[in-house]
């Protein structure tokens, strides 16, 4: 039997669209049917490239998210739009992948989270990491028990292009109305999505925020507009089981690329993975009476590995996939998400709830 033809419709056609759209054109039974930008000139461009018929091509984003001829959407925007979006599409009952971070604010994640209960939708949200195939074997791994209990988890996430020397101007990153915080929801949001993905909830969190640069050019004018939210961020935490967690971003580490690594320190070994070596995952045992040390270099094969949009359609053909960061997943990255913020504004640490009875009904 033949497989179903769905039919793809692309909020936002900047860079992170682009590449939704590169990954999409991966998986077999989809095609790209409509497109929407604010930007005319970037629809009329991608429109023409990708075939798109004139009457799918929408400047509106409730427009797109009504057409009945689209089976779901792909929306990669500012942080900003997420919860309107969302909102629609809950309305509208369209399946939806969404970036991260969830939303801005934790207003903003309990209405979605209240209208989703009454009305769920196949929902994912863009925690992309999960699919490295580091990741992948070393969820295995965890789930094996070859590291024994997990004791401590340790992740940093860093870049350069925040440091002064590139004089980089001010975008909607940098304004807490637009973005909800800076650093913390842009990549910090990963690191939380990485801890739950591996180890589970969190129970405590501590957390410290600063802002380096306060003030960055205006693109169009060249004045200084006011930077509100964080350049950087780091975070204890105690997660389920006991289990200790550390962190720390920023974009202020010259010689850095996209270094996002993450260690697991568990009663029989540790373990080592980074995003820039996505086929790697470096393992270090003792076994035996002796305790005898052995040190590996994994090195995965890619291809064996389901990419995340791929995973998204085996989502909604209902294919049993356990991987998705769902709305759930990004509701809890948001609890958490805010409790840094808010322990960083009054130096106390803060507890979360890990009753999953609280909003059960959108597991």
């Known amino acids: 039997m033949n497989r179903r033809e769905w039919k793809a419709g692309i909020i936002g056609l900047g860079g992170i669209g682009d590449y939704h759209m590169n990954h999409l054109a991966k998986v077999e039974n989809v095609q790209i049917a409509a497109i929407c930008d604010v930007n005319t000139k970037a629809v009329e461009q991608v429109g023409d490239r990708l075939h798109v018929p004139a009457e799918k091509r929408y400047s509106e984003f409730t427009a797109i998210i009504a057409d009945p001829d689209i089976d779901f959407l792909i929306s990669g925007v500012s942080n900003q739009f997420h919860a309107d979006i969302l909102k629609t599409a809950i309305a509208c009952g369209k399946p939806i992948f969404s970036e991260k971070p969830f939303t801005r604010t ?125 350049d950087f961020t780091s975070f204890q935490c105690i997660l389920e089981g006991g289990v200790m967690g550390s962190f720390y971003t920023h ?30 995952v470096h393992l270090t045992l003792r076994a035996g009476v002796n305790h005898q040390l052995t040190e590996t270099c994994i090195h995965l094969d890619g291809k064996q590995f389901k990419g995340m949009l791929q995973d998204f359609v085996d989502y909604l053909e209902q294919k049993g996939t356990t991987t998705v960061p769902t709305l759930i997943d990004g509701y809890r990255n948001q609890q958490v998400l805010q409790a840094i913020i808010d322990s960083a504004k009054d130096g106390k640490s803060r507890t979360l709830h890990t009753d999953l009875t609280q909003k059960e009904g959108l597991v």
Not at 178 to 189: E, P, Q, T, V, Y
Not at 258 to 266: A, H, K, M, P, R
């Open 251 to 280: 974009k202020n580490a010259i010689g850095t690329g996209n270094q996002f690594n993450v260690t697991l320190f568990g009663d029989l070994g540790t373990v080592r993975i980074a995003v820039e070596r996505p086929n790697e």
């Open 106 to 230: 934790m207003e903003e994640a309990d209405e979605l989270a209240n209208l989703y209960e009454h009305n769920p939708i196949p929902c994912m949200i863009g925690f992309s990491y999960r699919y490295r195939p580091c990741f992948q074997y070393v969820k295995q791994l965890v789930a094996e028990g070859t590291l024994g209990r997990i004791r401590h988890i340790a992740a940093h996430y860093l870049q350069e292009e925040n440091a002064p020397m590139f004089n980089k101007p001010y975008t909607w990153r940098f304004s807490q109305a637009m973005a909800g915080s800076g650093i913390l929801a842009d990549i910090g949001s990963h690191m939380v999505d990485a801890a739950r993905f591996f180890v589970g909830e969190f129970v405590q969190v501590s957390g410290l925020m600063s802002t380096f640069i306060d003030r960055r050019p205006d693109a169009r004018t060249g004045e200084l507009r006011e930077v509100d939210v964080d």
